[in-house]
């Protein structure tokens, strides 16, 4: 099963990602950039969900050093409220793979996250 972390200091929005993925993902969270980076370290998940508004370490910053670590490979899909005008292309710079707006659109995430770590497998029933 291919592991997301997802890092979100909102628990309403923590807790609606987790109920999407939980049933296809192993999940890991975070709730700051720094404790982002100690778990994708540990961890090496396949994908990365970052919210860039964060207390401690912001997710500009945290998505920064992951992508000029050795985790660099990993990709990180931003989803957050920052829909201003030049948002997504400052997410990129920062290194971001892909970028989402909230409220997110559960079907535009699950395309996103099948871009990046193919088909969900079939679970077996029973």
Not at 40 to 50: G, K, N, S, V
Not at 116 to 124: I, S
Request: hydrophobic share 45%.
């Amino acid at each position: 099963m291919k592991k997301i972390l997802i890092v979100e200091d909102i628990g309403l929005n923590l807790d609606l990602l987790v109920q999407i993925l939980e049933d296809d993902f192993e999940l890991l969270t975070a709730g700051d950039g720094e404790k982002a980076i100690e778990v994708a370290t540990r961890e090496r998940p396949d994908l990365i969900l970052m919210d860039l508004s964060l207390p401690r370490l912001d997710g500009w910053e945290a998505t920064r050093r992951l992508k000029s670590s050795e985790l660099k490979d990993i990709p990180i899909i931003v989803i957050t409220a920052h829909a201003m005008v030049g948002e997504e292309e400052r997410a990129r710079e920062c290194g971001c793979d892909d970028f989402m707006t909230k409220p997110i659109s559960i079907d535009l995430l699950m395309d996103k996250i099948e871009r990046f770590l193919g088909p969900l497998e079939e679970q077996p029933l029973g």
